[in-house]
């Protein structure tokens, strides 16, 4: 079984920046795709962006060209850096390594001026 940790969400400005960060109890080398999902009040659990462990990416529509995961398969980490947040962006911000059925407690990102 493995833990995951989510960090990074916050406060910001519309057309700002932020990193999200996501640590694992143990080896992510394991994991084929590790993944970031989000969830806005009142809505469900969408697929945000994914990689594999060769480092190939699949991001939804609306976040294509703003967002970037990357994978420190090393550190046990991933990455989901964010720019040009809009507050449609505005959710609680889940890592998961697919397959496991595990998930991270979450980070806020609020995007509102």
């Known amino acids: 079984q493995v833990q995951l940790v989510e960090s990074g969400g916050g406060l910001v400005q519309p057309g700002g920046s932020l990193t999200l960060s996501c640590k694992a109890s143990?080896?992510?080398?394991?994991?084929?795709?590790m993944a970031w999902y989000r969830q806005a009040p009142g809505k469900e659990r969408e697929l945000v962006a994914l990689?594999?462990?060769?480092?190939?990416?699949n991001y939804a529509d609306s976040v294509k060209g703003r967002f970037t995961i990357s994978r420190d398969n090393a550190k046990s980490k991933v990455y989901l850096q964010m720019n040009s947040l809009k507050p449609e962006d505005t959710a609680v911000y889940y890592c998961t390594a697919r397959g496991t059925g595990t998930w991270g407690q979450g980070t806020q990102v609020t995007v509102s001026s």
């Open positions: 143990r080896s992510i080398f394991t994991f084929y795709v």
């Open positions: 990689i594999t462990l060769s480092g190939g990416t």
